[in-house]
């Protein structure tokens, strides 16, 4: 089975500061991974995803294969990119729905 | 306003109740899920509808009876509500190919 880890609950740094929240997957196949973002009292909605490799609010995740990872990076954190961040990933079985991460909280500090 | 909306958007009821929450979305999309995040704000799949045809259904107690009248709605309805349910439940809707879902903005049920 399938399975998402980010190894951060919480990830703080100051305004201005690069910024990296992990994720690790595993998977026999070949996923599609996606990062998925949650403001405060906003709905979850979609980041990044690794097929249409474009930069988002000046975010990048770059799928790693060898070492299973799709790392999300940024290199001057905003105060408004608080939030909390979710990696995911769905199988090529056909089966659509997305296996998360246990999510990361991004707290960008001024 | 296109969206996924749901309702209600939060929940108190004493154990044992049933209750129902509602999805509904106007994207036209052909697919539609169930997620549970819990108190640590982990997110689970729960079901998956594709045009109305059950497609997944993950290790979830048979107290909780998804319902698709058309495939622009997916109500969830949980019979004998016990404590542990309490958690934010969130509806999505995608293409059937597609990759993106979009959630809606996800119910607050608590169970005392």
């Known amino acids: 089975a399938q399975r998402v880890t980010q190894p951060e609950k919480l990830l703080s740094v100051f305004k201005g500061a690069p910024v990296e929240l992990k994720c690790n997957y595993s998977?026999?196949?070949?996923?599609?991974l996606f990062w998925y973002v949650q403001y405060s009292r906003q709905r979850l909605q979609l980041l990044l995803r690794?097929?249409s490799r474009e930069s988002i609010k000046g975010f990048t995740a770059d799928l790693n294969k060898g070492e299973t990872s799709f790392h999300l990076k940024k290199p001057f954190a905003q105060e408004e990119d608080s939030a909390m961040y979710y990696c995911?990933?769905?199988?090529?079985?056909?089966?659509?729905?997305?296996?998360f991460g246990s999510g990361t909280r991004l707290q960008v500090q001024p | 306003d296109t969206a996924v909306s749901q309702t209600p958007k939060y929940l108190v009821t004493q154990m044992g109740n049933d209750k129902s929450i509602k999805c509904e979305q106007n994207?036209?999309?052909?697919?539609m899920y169930w997620y549970k995040q819990d108190s640590k704000k982990f997110l689970k799949i729960m079901f998956s509808?594709?045009?109305?045809?059950?497609?997944i259904n993950e290790t979830v107690p048979n107290r909780f009876s998804p319902k698709s009248p058309d495939k622009a709605h997916l109500n969830l309805h949980i019979n004998s509500l016990e404590l542990g349910d309490s958690a934010v439940y969130f509806c999505?809707?995608?293409?059937?190919?597609?990759?993106?879902?979009?959630f809606g903005p996800g119910t607050r049920l608590t169970v005392l």
């Open positions: 690794h097929i």
């Open positions: 998977y026999s196949g070949s996923p599609e």
């Open positions: 999505a809707s995608s293409h059937a190919g597609g990759n993106e879902q979009f």
């Open positions: 995911a990933l769905t199988t090529d079985t056909g089966r659509r729905a997305l296996t």
């Open positions: 994207l036209g999309h052909d697919t």
């Open positions: 509808y594709n045009n109305k045809e059950l497609i």
